[in-house]
């Protein structure tokens, strides 16, 4: 399993990114794709998920500020990141569960750094 991430990158605390993974390998249907992030000390924590059919869930420190979403013909998730401040700093790292799969799927890690 392949999974591509970009869009990571330096912005200043009220700005916005937009993050992208596509999972390239096997091109089989995605039960749940998401994104986690971990920064330096920390555990690894959910920012968002997303279902084939299209329901979310957030973390309560991205609630309200970050928007999930996905291109199932296209196995890509999306995270649109607004209002950014510097305590989202951290590598975002996408997910995906394949179905009849019990495992997650971890993409190489985006670096996302938001300066105050």
């Known amino acids: 399993v392949q999974l591509q991430a970009s869009g990571g990158g330096l912005v200043q605390a009220g700005g916005s990114l937009r993050l992208s993974c596509a999972a390239t390998?096997?091109?089989?249907?995605?039960?749940?794709m998401g994104w986690y992030r971990q920064a330096p000390g920390e555990q690894r924590e959910l920012a968002a998920t997303?279902?084939?059919?299209?329901?979310?869930n957030y973390g309560d420190s991205v609630k309200g500020r970050f928007t999930i979403s996905r291109d199932n013909a296209k196995n890509t998730v999306y995270l649109q990141m607004n209002r950014l401040e510097s305590w989202d700093t951290a590598t975002y790292y996408c997910?995906?569960?394949?179905?009849?799969?019990?495992?997650?799927?971890w993409g190489q890690g985006t670096q996302v750094t938001v300066s105050s």
């Open positions: 997910s995906a569960i394949y179905f009849g799969r019990s495992y997650i799927h």
């Open positions: 997303i279902t084939e059919g299209g329901t979310t």
């Open positions: 390998k096997p091109a089989l249907r995605i039960k749940t």
